[in-house]
């Protein structure tokens, strides 16, 4: 029989191998998939510039050149993009690549113009076409996948410039230019070859199938597309290396390619041996984009990539070759081997605490090693490794959660009564129950109450007003709950409820409206439920007040040690209260203060609005109608 040492020893070791194979099963799935890419992000932000790009450079057709050439649109472009493409060859340049598409020409608009003994229509775009012609220039495309399974639509440049492609190899001079998004929206990676949906037929003709960086690379170093694909990485999908954040490719404004004496020009003739690409880069273009660099870290976050950048840097990619690799299967396995022992080995000695810190160095180390690998250009997986640590720390300190069980049972009955059943989950996420004793908090308070209820109530018996309540309570509450309102209390026919607590929501000004709305809407509807039930004893019109106001209050438990409940006291809850009752006078059904109009984000469409004087207060109060909520398009 094993001793208790022994048997220890094996636990440890089923608990480190159960671990290992979790971990590892666990990359499979998206939602750790999901993490993985927020650290992958995250090391291109805390890294910045990667690598100086020596080998491309974009030259933008930005703002400046639209204020100087202010009289050409961009489909009569074609001459200035004719003209820098002949001084950046006469520089030096490896191969220039147009991130442009022309699908218009405009010769054709010349010709309609019908320019009597004229001929410049035919002579506007000569100086592109021969650009054209010669091979000098690679033109962009772009695929639209078919929705109903059929033939891709392929967006091309305009016909003239078509029949000047030399030997029509449209795959050989013109690139497809769609970038690959991940789910998330964000460019990390790029397709040699997009993946194409044509029939035989079509597959045989000289179609563009490469995309517009590879083949850009490809001219570069004389070789095949197809040559470009490192052995060590297998799928279509390749990473891109970006040289850095936004701005780190060097650019140059086209009006420097276009000045007299550009070639003299160092900034000109510091483009040769580069792969240039000319495209758009102005405010109010259409084709930017998430990077890895578009996250909340760093100087550059929040900045979007200009598509001419994204392409240049999946050229700098292919010519450098070095790719962000993921670590070789037995590599990862050692690197998770070694750092789920030493963890378990640190659980198995210390107490829970000090092993939870000493897993969490651990862990630490484990992030400051997966950077390290980064600037090496591996990946080093960090959320299954995470995810191990979490299981040996789990299986060593043992099942130790009923506490934790009473908590949640504890604030599941507290809460459940006054809040919806996603709040109380929220609650028990955040492991941070609210204060009970007595808190101040800044919250929007909404009172809403039943016109004439007294004359309704009149008509109807007394099981009958209390089934008219419950019925109308339970469907006024529905809005209140499904903004993140907490039911303080009714009153009556009076419903009592404040937004932003017991999860601290800055918007709770915008849910007090949101729902105010809506409860509107469930009184109109209400009346048919009315109609149906009491018939003709039905009021004529089933209607209520709502009063809105924000501002800091105090909630806490109130009352005896025999009977207490959880409410919101002070000035400003009697101000919401008032407001509702001025409702009647105004003639309107929701009154919202100026202080809840100003903590809202504009969300509200007000009506009337005036200064009124409120029982109990001195000072006035300004009030805003409500009148309905603003759309998108408002």
């Given amino acids: 029989m094993p001793t208790s040492q022994q048997r220890q020893r094996w636990l440890a070791l089923l608990l480190l191998a159960a671990s290992l194979v979790l971990s590892e099963a666990a990359q499979r799935q998206a939602w750790l998939a999901r993490i993985e890419t927020a650290w992958y992000d995250l090391w291109h932000r805390v890294n910045g510039v990667r690598q100086p790009p020596h080998q491309v450079a ?68 000569a100086a592109f076409r021969a650009q054209i012609n010669g091979g000098r220039l690679i033109q962009a495309g772009s695929r639209i996948p078919a929705a109903d399974g059929g033939n891709d639509y392929y967006l091309l440049p305009d016909r003239e410039y078509l029949l000047s492609v030399p030997d029509f190899d449209f795959a050989g001079h013109i690139g497809l230019a769609d970038l690959e998004n991940d789910a998330d929206g964000t460019i990390r990676n790029f ?51 970006f040289a850095g954040p936004p701005g780190t490719i060097p650019r140059l404004s ?45 100087g550059s976050s929040g900045r979007l990539m200009s598509g001419p950048e994204i392409q240049a840097n999946i050229v700098a990619t292919l010519l450098n070759q070095r790719f962000n690799q993921p670590l070789p299967a037995t590599l990862r396995l050692a690197w998770f081997s070694a750092l789920l022992a030493g963890a378990l080995w640190l659980c198995l000695r210390l107490t829970p605490i000090r092993a939870g810190l000493a897993v969490s160095a651990l862990a630490l180390a484990a992030v400051l090693l997966a950077w390290l690998g980064f600037r090496l250009f591996y990946l080093l997986p960090l959320a299954p490794l995470h995810l191990g640590l979490i299981l040996i720390m789990t299986g060593s300190v043992g099942l130790r ?22 709040v109380v989950q929220r609650l028990l996420e955040s492991g941070q129950p609210p204060q009970l004793g007595g808190e101040a908090l ?20 007394a099981e009958e007003v209390v089934e008219l309540l419950n019925e109308y309570f339970r469907r006024a509450c529905e809005p209140i709950l499904a903004n993140d309102g907490t039911i303080d209390k ?10 932003g607590w017991p999860l601290h929501n800055p918007d709770h000004a915008d849910q007090a409206l949101r729902a105010a709305i809506a409860m509107q809407q469930v009184a109109h509807e209400f009346n048919t439920w009315l109609a149906q039930r009491f018939g003709k004893r039905a009021p004529p019109a089933f ?33 919401a209260s008032r407001l509702e009752s001025q409702t009647k006078e105004f003639g309107c059904g929701i009154l919202a203060s100026a202080d809840t109009i100003a903590a809202s984000s504009g969300l509200a469409l007000t009506g009337r609005s005036q200064s009124v004087h409120l029982k109990g207060r001195q000072q006035p109060v300004e009030v805003f109608e409500i009148l309905s909520l603003k759309t998108e398009s408002s």
């Fill in 442 to 461: 800044q919250v929007t308070v909404l009172f809403s109450d039943i016109r004439n209820f007294t004359t309704l109530s009149e008509q109807l018996n």
């Fill in 490 to 499: 009714f009153i009556g026919d009076a419903v009592m409820t404040h937004f």
């Fill in 191 to 241: 397709r040699l070859a997009p993946v194409l949906h044509l029939t035989d037929e079509l597959q045989q003709q000289s179609l563009p199938r490469y995309s517009f960086a590879a083949l850009l690379a490809a001219r570069a170093q004389g070789k095949a597309v197809e040559q470009l694909q490192p052995a060590r990485l297998a799928g279509p999908l390749l990473p891109i290396t």
């Fill in 254 to 298: 086209i009006t420097r390619l276009l000045a007299p004496g550009a070639l003299q020009d160092p900034a000109v003739q510091a483009l040769r041996d580069k792969v240039v690409i000319i495209g758009a880069d102005y405010p109010g273009m259409q084709d930017l984009h998430f990077t890895p660099y578009s996250g909340g870290f760093s």
């Fill in 58 to 125: 974009v030259v933008s057709i930005d703002q400046r050149a639209l204020t100087t050439f202010a009289d050409d649109p961009l489909v009569f472009w074609t001459p200035h993009i004719a003209r820098a493409s002949e001084v950046l060859q006469q520089a030096g340049a490896t191969v220039v690549g147009l991130d442009l598409l022309f699908a218009i020409s405009p010769e054709s608009w010349l010709e309609k113009l019908q320019l009597a003994g004229s001929d410049i229509s035919r002579r506007y775009d």
């Fill in 401 to 422: 959660f009923s506490s934790e069980a009473r908590e949640r049972q504890r604030i599941t009955q507290l809460f459940g009564r006054y809040v919806s059943d996603r």
């Fill in 543 to 575: 209607a209520i007040g709502v009063g809105i106001h924000s501002g800091k209050v105090v909630l806490g438990n109130i009352g005896s040690p025999r009977h207490m409940q959880f409410t919101a006291i002070g000035d400003n809850v009697n101000i």
